[in-house]
């Protein structure tokens, strides 16, 4: 017993010296298919939230260090060196690559980060002539324009 409670007591010590770091997280429930005989079972599973800012912050200096991090003695001998050192902190080795290299691969990162960003915000049917609305009605003082509700306006091809 005094074994069990001097190995907790040393756990809750390493626990209390190493930093906690909390950040807001987004939690889904779902209901999983039940076994043969048995209830559905309810599973939540939650997971940080990562702000778009945060990204692409982390995005751009993938490859990368910032700028102040980058001049150092140790940046000017890998950059000499051709090789890569990135990340927020600048201390990741990130393979083989002279800094214009490093600013393509940077690039192409938050390109990409973008693309997915658009894609998620974007509307996944395109927008057409007749979705439009009329521009010139927003001007007439007794509103001779009616612009048809989405529910009763024809359900029509792409083409």
């Known amino acids: 017993m005094a074994v069990r ?3 907790l007591v040393l756990l809750l ?3 209390a010296l190493t930093p906690v770091q909390a950040g807001p997280v987004v939690c889904t429930t779902s209901l999983e298919a039940p076994l043969e005989g048995s209830v559905p ?5 939650c997971g940080p939230v990562t702000t778009t800012s945060e990204l692409m912050t982390r995005r751009f200096y ?4 910032p700028y102040a991090r980058g ?3 140790t940046h000017q001998i890998t ?3 051709g090789i890569a050192m990135g990340g927020g902190d600048g201390t990741k080795v990130m393979g083989l690559g002279f800094p214009d290299q490093t600013i393509v691969w940077d690039g192409s990162a ?3 980060t973008y693309q997915v960003l658009l894609e998620q915000q974007s509307h996944p049917l395109p927008w057409r002539t007749a979705d439009v609305s009329n521009g010139f009605c927003t001007g007439l003082a007794r509103g001779g324009c009616s612009t048809p509700s989405p529910a009763a306006a ?3 091809g792409l083409w």
């Open 62 to 65: 993938s490859y990368t260090a």
């Open 110 to 112: 938050v390109e990409n």
């Open 79 to 81: 950059d000499i060196l």
């Open 5 to 7: 409670s001097s190995a």
């Open 154 to 156: 024809p359900i029509r």
């Open 71 to 73: 001049i150092d003695v």
């Open 13 to 15: 010590s390493l626990g």
């Open 41 to 45: 079972v309810e599973v939540s599973r």
